[in-house]
């Protein structure tokens, strides 16, 4: 095979696969599109990318989640957002192209991901059921759809050769560029021809000579035409419409049963290669585009009809049908954008609306010296706007505050209850600085804050509703704390009802909570870590036993109780950074919630453990601050930090991870002076 040839139909392939993976990524943008519209209907959390995120976090082993909190930190869940997007462009790309050559398939590739994605809807732990399969059941359906039309107009489009002379390649039925070279340059081998009987047929001379034939077979001819010529004057006069019609039928069936050098092909009709007028010659035959044959496949047939019902080329057809299908999109897209958005109005207004009551017991007052005056150390008390959010929830759940209820129930309630946001209200609230930390904090880590909360006391709500601590009697020992999106944490009652100020919170620094923080009520205790006691979005609480039910991180190998561990951080200097040589502030941050820093020391290098000069303590469950003065001297140098609680315990070296209940070790960070 030539490399004229082979170049038009490279090209040609690479044509179609680029439109056939334009195809599946506008394929799969309308399904996406049409889900975030049914959505708006549904619900926002029934969105696709949501369901299937939030599937991916609740089956990602332990060691892979707290990676990617440690390396992306609070953007975490926008980087599995966008990995989710991204591997759906890859699989609608793959599927496009795969759909150019087969349509049906490719469009099943698009139903089987709407199957997925209805799947992790339904399965979600706050689903309302097949409801929420919609969007993704719909959005496939349009995804579909689409790639099947826009796939149907890839194999219909032709495509433009690059060699000069040539005719454009129909997709559609596959073939390629055809001219009278190219064709003799293919003819097959000689065959020996294969004449049938001959009979007598009226003939009209052409003058031009019998190609094809020898001298003896033309005599043979011309002698069985003789007796009919007296017969041929009793026809009636031919009509040149009449001539014109034979002509088209004979040299149809001469393109297909004669070769180019004008030999006959078995089952030949001898007269037929003669019966061409001399501007009808063998190139013209050739040369005829491979779209236009007398018999035209029914899918050729059709593909010509929809050009001419779209009034353009099977190219201009499938950019207009692009074009439109991604204006749409885009349109369905932002309309249920919008319409989620509004349905977060409500939410929005009912916390605007709010007037925190004045506590019954403030929080005594900071003493001035819990305040040190060093640049770089964290503040005393956290910016709500700073506080760091560790959870799952792809979608921040916007609640009504009029709307909201919160039920009490299960194991030693004796009197179940169900409050609403205005009896919380109206209920003695209370007020408290507490410090609060993420068992997915490293050493040294960012996700811990001090806040000034405003409160129930949760003890004293349990107390109403007959529930007694085990050491009282009571049958729970476990509190489980239920999200409006579904998640699970289980306090032990014990601690709950121990004289702590564990809280039900409906206020933080003075202000109603933030929606990214669990308006419009959560839970704080202090002393435990936030996967056991922190639930956002509170709207059930159930008494029951740790034997009896694990909470949502306890089944995925994290510890059932999680005291907080004594640690301390090093907030300035920073990790690297590079300082004059003379006097230098070494300062920061440690915590030991329920039992209070004691002490904090600091070693230079491999030097002995100098003592930190200590801010004053405000309670025993907030972080102390404190700083050392050093006298810098030129070269690179290792600064580490520990603290000892209340009870004694120095801070362990031994370094662990988070999983299971935390992580442990002394903070360090590497400087140079110069």
């Not at 959005?139 to 194999?155: I, K, N, P, Q, T």
């Not at 904090?441 to 085990?470: F, H, K, M, Q, S």
């Not at 300082?579 to 919630?593: H, Y």
């Amino acid at each position: 095979m030539s490399e004229e040839r082979k170049v038009p139909g490279r090209q040609a392939r690479r044509r179609r696969r680029a439109l056939g993976a334009l195809s599946g990524v506008l394929a799969g943008y309308a399904s996406l599109a049409v889900a975030e519209l049914v959505s708006a209907a549904v619900r926002p959390e029934s969105g696709p990318v949501v369901a299937v995120g939030g599937a991916a976090i609740d089956r990602t082993p332990a060691p892979v989640k707290d990676w990617a909190i440690r390396t992306f930190g609070t953007q975490d869940k926008l980087v599995l957002q966008l990995g989710i997007l991204l591997v759906l462009v890859l699989i609608a790309l793959a599927l496009g192209v795969f759909a150019a050559h087969h349509r049906r398939v490719g469009a099943a590739g698009v139903s089987l991901f709407g199957v997925v994605g209805a799947f992790a809807a339904t399965e979600r732990p706050d689903s309302t059921g097949f409801v929420d399969a919609l969007p993704s059941l719909v959005g496939a359906v349009a995804g579909a759809g689409l790639l099947y039309v826009l796939a149907g107009a890839v194999r219909g489009a032709p495509e433009r050769s690059a060699v000069a002379g040539q005719e454009p390649v129909n997709a559609e039925v596959g073939t390629e560029p055809v001219n009278a070279e190219a064709c003799a340059a293919r003819t097959p081998a000689p065959r020996t021809a294969v004449h049938l009987p001959v009979t007598a047929t009226t003939t009209r001379s052409t003058g031009r000579p019998e190609g094809g034939r020898n001298p003896a077979e033309r005599q043979q001819t011309h002698d069985a035409q003789q007796p009919d010529r007296a017969e041929q004057t009793d026809e009636p006069e031919r009509t040149e419409q009449t001539e014109q019609t034979e002509q088209t039928d004979e040299n149809a069936q001469a393109q297909e049963d004669t070769r180019p050098d004008g030999e006959q092909l078995p089952n030949q009709r001898p007269n037929q290669g003669l019966n061409k007028r001399p501007n009808q010659g063998l190139n013209q035959g050739l040369n005829k585009r491979p779209n236009q044959p007398p018999n035209q496949p029914p899918n050729q047939r059709l593909s010509r009809r929809l050009n001419r019902w779209t009034g353009g080329s099977p190219r201009r057809r499938f950019l207009t049908l692009a074009a439109g299908s991604a204006v749409a999109a885009t349109t369905a897209g932002a309309v249920g954008r919008s319409l989620n958005g509004s349905r977060g109005a409500g939410a929005i207004a009912s916390r605007a609306r709010i007037v925190l009551p004045a506590p019954v017991s403030h929080a005594p007052p900071v003493p001035r010296a819990a305040r040190l005056a060093v640049k770089g150390i964290s503040p005393f008390l956290t910016p709500g706007k700073d506080l760091y959010r560790v959870d799952t929830a792809l979608v921040v759940p916007k609640i009504d505050a009029g709307q909201w209820r919160l039920r009490i129930h299960g194991k030693g309630v004796t009197r179940p209850v169900t409050l609403s946001f205005d009896d919380l209200l109206r209920r003695d609230l209370v007020e408290r600085h507490i410090t609060l930390t993420c068992v997915s904090n490293e050493v040294g880590g960012p996700y811990t804050g001090n806040i000034r909360w405003l409160g129930v006391r949760l003890a004293d709500l349990l107390a109403e509703c007959g529930v007694r601590p085990p050491s009282k009697g009571g049958p729970a020992d476990q509190l489980v704390a239920r999200s409006v999106d579904g998640m699970t944490l289980g306090s032990p009652v014990e601690d709950v009802m121990d004289g702590r100020d564990a809280l039900l919170a409906i206020g933080m620094n003075g202000e109603p909570l933030t929606f990214d923080h669990g308006f419009p009520v959560r839970m704080v205790v202090p002393g435990l870590y936030g996967y056991v006691s922190a639930c956002k979005w509170l709207q059930e609480l159930e008494l029951t036993t740790f034997e009896d039910f694990d909470p949502y991180w306890v089944r995925r190998d994290w510890a059932r109780r999680a005291p907080i561990k004594t640690a301390s951080r090093i907030d300035t200097p920073k990790p690297l950074a590079r300082l004059e040589p003379g006097p230098v502030t070494i300062a920061g941050v440690a915590w030991a919630q329920r039992r209070g820093i004691e002490r904090v020391e600091v070693r230079i290098d491999d030097g002995p453990w100098q003592d930190a000069r200590l801010a004053a303590e405000d309670t025993r469950d907030t972080w102390r601050q404190w700083s050392l003065s050093w006298q810098a001297v030129p070269g690179n140098h290792s600064l580490t930090v520990r603290a000892t609680d209340g009870t004694g315990q120095v801070q362990t070296s031994r370094r662990a991870k988070t999983v299971p209940d935390g992580a442990s070790g002394h903070h360090s960070v590497v400087i140079t002076v110069d």
